[in-house]
Every structure is written in C-alpha cells, then in structure tokens.
C-alpha cells in the first residue's frame, strides 16, 4: 500500500531564503509525482508534474526532483517570497491506481 | 479557458441528512475525481468517473456515491451523513483519466455536518 510522507510539517523561515520541502514515498512504482499548493481554504493548484521517467522540472523559481529507486521528491524554492506561503503537497499515482494518493502537506510561513 | 467548477461553496446540513456536491469539470475533460479533506486526515481519493462509469474508489463506505453525466460533470452524494463528513470535499479533472496526465483542481465544497 502506497504511503506518502511529508517533512518537516510546517516550515517558517525569513524572506528571501532558499529551502527544500521532502516528500517520500513507500512503492516505487509510480506514474508520475505532482507537487500542489494549497491556499487556506481554497483548492489545490498545481505547481510542477514529473513523470516517472523524468528526473526534474522547473518552472520558474520551483524545481522539483524525483528519485524514484529512493522513494525521495524534493521541491526546491529559490528566494522565498511571502506570496509562497501555502500548505505545499506532493501527490503521487501508483501504477494502475490512476489516482492520487497524497501526503498531509507542509505547511509553509515566509515571513517578510 | 474555465477550470473545474464545484457548486455549492458551503454546505450545511444536519445528520442524517443527504448531501449533493455538484462538480463541473474543464471542456474536453472525460475524467473526473473527488478527494474528501477532513481536518487532520489530509486528502482522500473518494472516486473517480471516466466516460460515465465508475472506475475505481476509495476506503469509503456506499453510503458515499455518485453519478457522471453525459456532459461529464458530476454529483456526489453522501447520505445518512455523520459529523465526521464535515470536510472540504474537492473535485478535479483531467482528460484521459490517464496517469500521465495532470489534475485539475475546483475551488472544493465545505460541507458542514451539525
């Protein structure tokens, strides 16, 4: 059974820093990993997809990394701003589930 | 383009009652999802609809169902509801139903259980 597991839980740091939020993951065999965030009490909008058979994606001052022979996601945000203040979760698809199994989140508090 | 619609925004009702979530999903869309976020739990995968079928679903009791229309949008319902319902309940979509594919999120329903 797929688990999905987030470190740290929340997260707050100064302006203008660079940090890594984790994410691992139990079955290796996956279809894709998304990271989401989540504004409070609001949906889940989506921050970058990486296929299986990717190693990383980029958009902007996000990049995410994917190892799957660990199990381990990484999303990197550069120059955190206090607009990226979020809970931020990672989602993945098992291979013939076609549905998201997600972590709880971590929940992120940049302060200006 | 419009996303993925969800009607109501709130929700509140008694237990024992029915709950009817309504979702729309983006145009071109044959697949669509709901998660139950209930505070604590984190997000749930409840069903998912492709092609007005049922194709697979999440640890919920039947109590917890739902229908796809032939415009694809979709209903969920939850009858006999209990104070544990109260979540946000988020429907997303995506064109295949396909893994490779990226889902799109509504703006989800809080439904409140009193």
């Known amino acids: 059974k797929q688990e999905v597991t987030q470190i740290p839980a929340a997260l707050s740091v100064p302006e203008g820093e660079n940090l890594v939020l984790n994410c691992s993951f139990t079955?290796?065999?996956?279809?894709?990993l998304q990271w989401f965030r989540q504004d409070p009490g609001k949906g889940l909008t989506s921050l970058l997809l990486i296929q299986s058979s990717q190693r990383e994606q980029t958009s902007g001052r996000l990049n995410a990394s994917l190892d799957k022979s660990s199990g381990r996601s990484t999303l990197y945000i550069a120059a955190s701003q206090p607009g990226d203040s979020a809970t931020y979760l990672c989602?993945?698809?098992?291979?013939?589930?076609?549905?998201?199994?997600f972590g709880t989140g971590t929940r992120l508090k940049v302060l200006a | 383009e419009a996303g993925v619609t969800q009607s109501p925004t709130h929700l509140i009702k008694t237990r024992g009652q029915q709950a009817t979530l309504r979702c729309s999903p983006i145009?071109?869309?044959?697949?669509v999802y709901w998660y139950q976020q209930a505070l604590g739990l984190g997000l749930q995968f409840l069903l998912w609809?492709?092609?007005?079928?049922?194709?697979n679903r999440g640890n919920f009791p039947p109590r917890f169902s739902g229908r796809q229309f032939p415009n694809y949008s979709s209903e969920l319902n939850v009858n006999a509801l209990e104070l544990e319902d109260s979540a946000l309940y988020l429907c997303?979509?995506?064109?295949?139903?396909?893994?490779?594919?990226?889902?799109?999120f509504g703006p989800g329903t809080r439904l409140l259980v009193l």
């Open positions: 609809y492709d092609e007005g079928e049922e194709r």
């Open positions: 997303a979509s995506d064109r295949s139903g396909g893994a490779r594919e990226t889902q799109y």
């Open positions: 079955d290796s065999a996956i279809y894709n």
């Open positions: 989602a993945v698809i098992t291979s013939g589930t076609y549905k998201y199994i």
């Open positions: 145009s071109g869309h044959t697949s």
